[in-house]
């Protein structure tokens, strides 16, 4: 039985996901935990000048009486509650809708964004072991995890080895396929941005989508995302990150060969919350818009996350029935 569970598991994870614990992804792992620290002291000082929305009646998704068969959606999380609702609590949303049997819960890996929110809005957020340890002491014993990560990063490699050492705890188990998996999920996304952004598409106006960048290998997605782009004829479109490559300095030398006179800013992450409003669209020095201001574009940004798409939250649920349909196999 332990050999079937833990076939399942690897079903839905692919091997590499085992393969992350080396010295230096220790190291990168914690420049992420102290760069997402140092932008969230910046956000809660801005925060102080600026409404995140209300999260006093947010559906946090940590109730008990979980039943048999639970859904846990497990996301990086974000602290902007109104951006929070739109994008995570829509995806959670559409998984409750198309999987009626199964209990939706939800679970951040940000520890950091937990304890902020909490001490802020008085709301508190299960982490990963908690949303584990409250499914084991409901008698789970059908858990599908679907990560809203990006990417097969650091922190999807966390989240398969610590749902690891619960295999035995569960009948079944599985974890899901992040966003850019396939071939066929770049093509996906890459539709659905060009979709919800085509009203800029004028010739005359530069779409620039901003990622959050990782030292992992799977950094390579960006790179994807813009030959994807490309291949499709969207030659107005530019694919950059905040922490690696493309950088910015990439993004605006590659506009910068064409005559644009505007610039359209859009994070390319599942949520618009501290990187989409400080590093994208705040006035500061170094922002990306500040930087395009500066190089003489007329700059518009759109605070909007990937996870309020409609095509996006099907993406997800199209990953979270394959990690289901993989339990029967």
């Known amino acids: 039985m332990k050999r079937k569970i833990w076939n399942n598991l690897i079903a839905g994870t692919a091997a590499a996901a085992m393969l992350a614990a ?88 940000s520890q950091i964004i937990i304890d902020h929110v909490l001490s802020r809005d008085d709301v508190k957020i299960d982490n990963v072991t908690e949303a584990l340890d409250r499914a084991v002491d409901n008698g789970v014993k059908t858990l599908v995890v679907q990560p809203t990560h990006l990417m097969d990063g650091f922190e999807y490699n966390d989240l398969s080895n610590e749902l690891a050492e619960y295999a035995d705890a569960f009948e079944k188990v599985v974890l899901g396929a992040p966003l850019l998996t396939s071939d066929e999920d770049f093509q996906a996304v890459a539709d659905a941005i060009v979709e919800a952004t085509a009203e800029y598409d004028d010739g005359q106006t530069a779409i620039c989508f901003m990622g959050h960048g990782t030292e992992a290998e799977s950094n390579g997605v960006y790179e994807k995302m813009q030959e994807v782009l490309t291949a499709g004829g969207h030659e107005n479109y530019y694919v950059g990150t905040v922490e690696a490559e493309p950088s910015l300095d990439d993004v605006i030398a590659a506009v910068g060969e064409k005559e644009y006179t505007k610039v359209v800013l859009e994070p390319l992450m599942v949520v618009a919350g501290d990187h989409a409003n400080n590093d994208m669209a705040g006035d500061e020095e170094g922002t990306w818009k500040k930087a395009f201001e500066d190089a003489g574009y007329e700059v518009e940004c759109l605070l909007r996350g990937l996870g309020e798409l409609e095509p996006i939250q099907d993406l997800y649920v199209a990953h979270a029935q394959a990690a289901i349909d993989s339990l029967a196999e």
């Open 22 to 109: 080396s010295c230096m992804t220790v190291m990168a792992e914690e420049t992420e935990a102290l760069t997402e620290e140092a932008v969230l002291e910046e956000a809660s000082e801005a925060e102080s000048e600026a409404y995140t929305g209300d999260a006093s009646n947010e559906n946090t998704r940590n109730q008990d009486e979980i039943g048999e068969s639970e859904l846990l959606v497990v996301s990086f999380g974000t602290s902007f509650n109104d951006n929070r609702q739109a994008t995570i609590g829509a995806i959670e949303t559409a998984m409750e809708e198309a999987f009626p049997d199964y209990s939706v819960r939800r679970g951040f890996t």
